[in-house]
Every structure is written in structure tokens, then in C-alpha cells.
Nanobody
């Protein structure tokens, strides 16, 4: 059974940092692309960042370039999203997802349950 479990969210002040984790299990993800998405209250879920598990190539939404960094740990089977200089507009539920095509645009086959990030001003 494939599982993606996010953790690391919380309530922080603007300018702070958080690191989200996504622990994956149930199969090999070596050919997959792993993505982070977020959904703010009343808005659609949008793409934030992605990484190809095998080669480590990374991709970012323009709005987060320079502040957010995606990475993966092959030993721990975990994908991370390091978030620096957080802004109130980063407030959202953050989701981890896996795309079997290995393509950063998906489609994404598996999703985690999400973790809440709230940034106060």
C-alpha cells in the first residue's frame, strides 16, 4: 500500500523558516517525480515545487523561487520542502504527491493528507 505522510507544518511568524517532510512507503519511487502543492483557504490547489527522485532535478513555481527548496533523502525515503523567509501569503495546506510518469507536471497518482502551515504577520 502506497503511503505519503506529511509532517512539519505549524504556526510561525513572518520571516521564519519551516521544513516539511513527506515520508513515502509501499513501493519504489526511483522513477517518480515528487511534488509539493499548496491550497490556501478559498483557493485552488497549486503547484509549488517538484523533484525527480532518480536524478534530483528540481522545479519551482516562480512565486517561491529563492525561498523554498525541495530535496530528497534516498536512504530515509523522504522528500523535504525547506521554506525560508515565510510570508503570510504562504499560509496554506501543503500536500506531497507522487507522479509515476516522472514528469513534474504529472499527472500525480498518489497524495498525502496534507499539513497546515500558518504564517502570522
Amino acid at each position: 500500500q502506497v503511503q505519503l505522510v506529511e509532517s512539519g507544518g505549524g504556526l510561525v511568524q513572518a520571516g521564519s523558516s519551516l521544513r516539511l517532510s513527506c515520508a513515502v512507503s509501499g513501493r519504489s519511487f526511483s522513477d517518480y517525480a515528487m511534488g509539493w502543492f499548496r491550497q490556501a483557504p478559498g483557493k485552488e490547489r497549486i503547484f509549488v515545487a517538484a523533484i525527480r527522485w532518480g536524478g534530483g532535478s528540481t522545479y519551482y513555481a516562480d512565486s517561491v523561487k529563492g525561498r523554498l527548496t525541495i530535496s530528497r533523502d534516498n536512504v530515509k525515503n523522504t522528500v523535504y520542502l525547506q521554506m525560508n523567509s515565510l510570508k503570510p501569503e504562504d499560509t496554506a495546506v501543503y500536500y506531497c504527491a507522487a507522479a509515476s510518469t516522472g514528469y513534474r507536471l504529472g499527472p500525480y497518482d498518489y497524495w498525502g493528507q496534507g499539513t497546515q502551515v500558518t504564517v502570522s504577520s
